[in-house]
């Protein structure tokens, strides 16, 4: 009896498991998402995004890891722009690229077997040169 009992919460973890992965999340409206698209797919171009995007996501939680609000993350972010633009700088060695901050149009996105809806949502978008990465 024990036995069928952990058979049947296996199927049916399994089974919630299975029904979470296809399911969308929408981003809640007091976020503010982060993106670096790459110059192109080329293995070398993702390489400098990854890069990037990982210096930067050091950088911006060091950054609002203490706000409280989305508003005084805003207030942080904003402030900090220029900064975010010398370390991308820095990390590329070229102007070659571009910041945005505000609403900012994100596509459907897939990452560890949840779906984010697209749309536009309050957040910081670097793109690399021509931006035609995904």
């Not at 009992?5 to 809640?28: Q, R, T, W």
């Amino acid at each position: 009896m024990k036995k069928l009992l952990i058979i049947v919460a296996a199927v049916i973890s399994v089974g919630v498991l299975n029904k979470s992965k296809n399911e969308s999340v929408v981003i809640p409206s007091s976020s503010i998402r982060f993106r670096v698209v790459s110059n192109s797919n080329a293995p070398g171009d993702i390489k400098t995004k990854l890069n990037l995007k990982r210096k930067l996501e050091d950088y911006l939680y060091d950054k609002v890891v203490s706000a409280s609000t989305v508003s005084d993350a805003d207030k942080i972010v904003s402030g900090e722009l220029d900064n975010i633009n010398g370390l991308i700088k820095q990390n590329l060695m070229s102007d070659n690229f571009t910041v945005s901050y505000g609403m900012n149009y994100f596509p459907s996105k897939t990452y560890r077997g949840i779906t984010y809806k697209e749309g536009y949502y309050e957040s910081i978008v670097i793109s690399i040169g021509a931006a035609e990465g995904d």
